[in-house]
């Protein structure tokens, strides 16, 4: 009920006494469960996280349990703004990330990874996704704030001579946002280089991710 209540109230400034107020208890309460704020928001970090559904093994192939699990780790982030946070500073438990770790890479060592090659190939993902969700906070943030980037950046370019920034403006008029590609093609390069180190035909891989 105390992580339930959290992850209610959102990581973002929790208190004791906010908990403790939706749940119509005393903070000296509380403290029969937790030890304190610290332990208050590893507790809501983890259920955060419980609350994305897992990716599950059914023999699908490796690039696309691999593009599952990347997907996975970004929403998880994405679920609660705090979460980010709390995982940075080490609040989600090593004895719940160990067994996702070992869970993701089973299938890829089933798949004739090495060991050594799976957990490169799913470090390489996770850091996809995290900067991923840092970029997309970061956006949901400045428009929560009433911040507009991609405005912000042609007005440092209408501030400019018409001959500077010029891969800027470039970017300006090619992309509508401005930004980045979907996420799911930046996971797709990512994982087209694993295969390519594998020896594996990476137009394969492509036609696997598209399908």
């Not at 259920?47 to 699990?69: C, F, I, K, N, T």
């Not at 869970?103 to 060991?115: D, E, K, N, Y």
């Not at 979907?182 to 137009?203: H, K, S």
Request: proline residues 2%; contains cysteine; charged residues 25%.
């Amino acid at each position: 009920m105390i992580a339930e209540a959290a992850h209610e109230l959102g990581l973002d400034n929790l208190t004791l006494k906010a908990v403790a107020d939706h749940l119509d208890v005393s903070i000296a309460a509380l403290y029969h469960y937790v030890s304190g704020k610290d332990d208050l928001l590893r507790l809501a970090a983890e259920y955060a996280a419980s609350r994305v559904p897992l990716p599950e093994d059914q023999g699908q192939h490796w690039v696309v349990w691999l593009l599952e699990w990347a997907t996975y780790n970004r929403d998880v982030f994405l679920a609660r703004r705090g979460l980010l946070a709390q995982y940075m500073e080490g609040a989600i438990s090593a004895e719940v990330i160990a067994t996702r770790v070992d869970a993701i890479l089973g299938p890829l060592v089933r798949q004739g990874f090495s060991i050594a090659e799976a957990n490169a190939a799913y470090e390489l993902v996770s850091q996809c996704a995290l900067g991923a969700a840092v970029a997309t906070i970061r956006e949901r943030e400045a428009a929560d704030a009433g911040l507009d980037v991609v405005a912000a950046y042609r007005d440092v370019l209408g501030s400019r001579g018409a001959d500077e920034l010029p891969y800027l403006r470039s970017l300006m008029r090619e992309s509508r946002s401005g930004v980045r590609r979907p996420f799911a093609e930046q996971v797709a390069t990512v994982l087209v280089g694993v295969a390519i180190g594998r020896g594996e035909d990476w137009q394969d891989i492509r036609a696997k991710l598209a399908r």
